[in-house]
C-alpha cells in the first residue's frame, strides 16, 4: 500500500521561509506531487518531481530524495495570501496517486 | 476552456439513501480520479477511471461504486448512506492520470447524511 506523513499545522511569519516535509511509503514509485487548497476552494497542482533534486517555480521550490523516501515543500518570502493547506501526494504502483492528511500553513503578519 | 463541473454543489441525504454525484473532466481529458475529504483525514482515494475502464480503486466499501461514459464523464454513487458518509467529493480529471500530469479539481459535492 501507500502512506505519506506531514505534519498537521505550520506558522510562519510573513516574508520568511517555511518548508513542510513529507515522508512516503509506496510500492513502486513515478513521483511526488504538492497540491495548496485554500478553506473552500479546490485543490491545486504546485510540483511534481520524479527523480531527486530540487525543482524551483517561482517562490515554491519542491525537493525529492527517492533513497529517503522524502520531500519537501519551499515556500519563500511568505505572504497572507499562502495561508492554506498543503498536501503531497505520491504516485505508485499502477500510477495510483495517494494524498497526505494535508499541512495547514498559517502566516501570521 | 472550461474547468472541471462537479454537480450538484451541495446535497443533503437521509441515512439508508442512495446517491449520484456527477462530475465532467476538461475536454479532452480521460482520467477521473474521486476523492473524499474530511477534516483531519485528507483526501483519501476512491477510485480512478480512464477510458470506462476502473484503472484504481481505495480502500472503500462496496457501497461506493463508480462509472465513467464514453465522453469521459464519470459517475459515483454510494448506496445504503452511513452518517459517517457525510463529506466533500472531489473529482480530478487530467490527461492521462498518475501524478506526472497535473490534475484540475472540480469544486466538490459537500454531501451531508441526517
Known amino acids: 500500500g501507500q502512506s505519506l506523513e506531514q505534519p498537521s499545522e505550520v506558522t510562519a511569519v510573513e516574508g520568511a521561509i517555511v518548508q513542510i516535509n513529507c515522508t512516503y511509503q509506496?510500492?513502486?514509485?513515478?513521483?511526488l506531487s504538492w497540491y495548496q487548497q485554500h478553506d473552500g476552494g479546490a485543490p491545486t497542482f504546485l510540483s511534481y518531481?520524479?527523480?531527486?533534486g530540487l525543482e524551483e517555480t517561482g517562490r515554491f521550490s519542491s525537493f525529492l530524495s527517492r533513497s529517503d523516501s522524502y520531500g519537501y515543500l519551499l515556500l519563500q518570502e511568505l505572504q497572507m495570501k499562502d495561508s492554506a493547506s498543503y498536501f503531497c501526494?505520491?504516485?505508485?504502483?499502477?500510477?495510483?496517486?495517494?494524498f497526505g492528511t494535508g499541512t495547514k500553513l498559517q502566516v501570521i503578519p | 476552456k472550461a474547468g472541471v463541473t462537479q454537480t450538484p454543489r451541495y446535497l443533503i441525504k437521509t441515512r439508508g439513501q442512495q446517491v449520484t454525484l456527477s462530475c465532467s473532466p476538461i475536454s479532452g481529458h480521460r482520467s477521473v480520479s474521486w476523492y473524499q475529504q474530511t477534516p483531519g483525514q485528507g483526501l483519501q482515494f476512491l477510485f480512478e477511471y480512464f477510458s470506462e475502464t476502473q484503472r484504481n480503486k481505495g480502500n472503500f466499501p462496496g457501497r461506493f461504486s463508480g462509472r465513467q461514459f464514453s465522453n469521459s464523464r464519470s459517475e459515483m454513487n454510494v448506496s445504503t448512506l452511513e452518517l459517517g458518509d457525510s463529506a466533500l467529493y472531489l473529482c480530478?480529471?487530467?490527461?492521462?492520470?498518475?501524478?506526472?500530469?497535473?490534475?484540475?479539481f472540480g469544486q466538490g459535492t459537500r454531501l451531508t447524511v441526517v
Open positions: 501526494a505520491v504516485t505508485g504502483g499502477y500510477q495510483k496517486v495517494t
Open positions: 509506496t510500492s513502486g514509485f513515478y513521483g
Open positions: 480530478a480529471s487530467s490527461l492521462a492520470g498518475g501524478g506526472n500530469t497535473e490534475a484540475f
Open positions: 518531481n520524479a527523480l531527486d
